[in-house]
T-cell receptor, first 115, second 108 residues
Framework: EAGVVQSPRYKIIEKKQPVAFWCNPI?????LYWYRQNLGQGPELLIR????????DSQLPKDRFSAERLKGVDSTLKIQPAELGDSAVYLC?????????????FGAGSRLTVL | RKEVEQDPGPFNVPEGATVAFNCTYS??????FFWYRQDCRKEPKLLMS???SGNEDGRFTAQLNRASQYISLLIRDSKLSDSATYLC?????????FGKGTKLSVKP
């Protein structure tokens, strides 16, 4: 079974340029998460979807970040325009939401460098 | 929302040593707790869930102390391959937060 698939693995852009990341979760996982991880820090939640509904986007910088999960399967995260401080690893994770467990399976991440 | 705190380390220990990490949480309503392991430049991977009664998986033991609001991870007989960053993940349903991680380095 394929795990969580993310692309691209690496992206280098100049500031003010747009960038998009794509994530395909594990088949059957109804919950999808986008995290941002800076060096030496833990992952910070940007947005959480349950099926196609964004149920927690309180930490998403909405002036420049957007996300969508059409049809409740794969998802894209976009940054426009990118700033120097956006350099980080963007991790996608999915889980099968049940009564209590929130075990996450992560993708390999998309490492963004903004110059 | 810094509700989960970890000692960043690094913890430098010799092979065969026993090492323990704690993770404190501030929200007394927190119900779910997990330990993840993250190797350098890799994604986090689930190490173990933390149950109220505590749980053990080989050399690893996780415990929850609700009175003092922390969870712990004990690693016995450390191996070189245990070198990694250990992230705690905890909170209430729909509001789980990662700690910053504790770095472990096991030396020969």
């Amino acid at each position: 079974e394929a795990g969580v698939v993310q692309s691209p693995r690496y992206k280098i852009i100049e500031k003010k340029q747009p960038v998009a990341f794509w994530c395909n979760p594990i088949s059957g996982h109804n919950t999808l998460y986008w995290y941002r991880q800076n060096l030496g820090q833990g992952p910070e939640l940007l947005i959480r979807y349950e099926n196609e509904e964004a149920v927690d986007d309180s930490q998403l910088p909405k002036d420049r970040f957007s996300a969508e999960r059409l049809k409740g399967v794969d998802s894209t995260l976009k940054i426009q325009p990118a700033e120097l401080g956006d350099s980080a690893v963007y991790l996608c994770a999915s889980s099968l939401q049940d009564t209590g467990a929130n075990v996450l399976t992560f993708g390999a991440g998309s490492r963004l460098t903004v110059l | 929302r810094k509700e989960v705190e970890q000692d960043p380390g690094p913890f430098n220990v010799p092979e065969g040593a026993t090492v323990a990490f704690n993770c404190t949480y501030s929200n007394s309503a927190s119900q779910s707790f997990f330990w993840y392991r993250q190797d350098c430049r890799k994604e986090p991977k689930l190490l173990m869930s933390v149950y109220s009664s505590g749980n053990e998986d080989g050399r690893f033991t996780a415990q929850l102390n609700r009175a003092s609001q922390y969870i712990s991870l004990l690693i016995r007989d450390s191996k070189l391959s245990d070198s990694a960053t250990y992230l705690c993940h905890g909170g209430s349903q729909g509001n789980l937060i990662f700690g910053k991680g504790t770095k472990l380095s096991v030396k020969p």
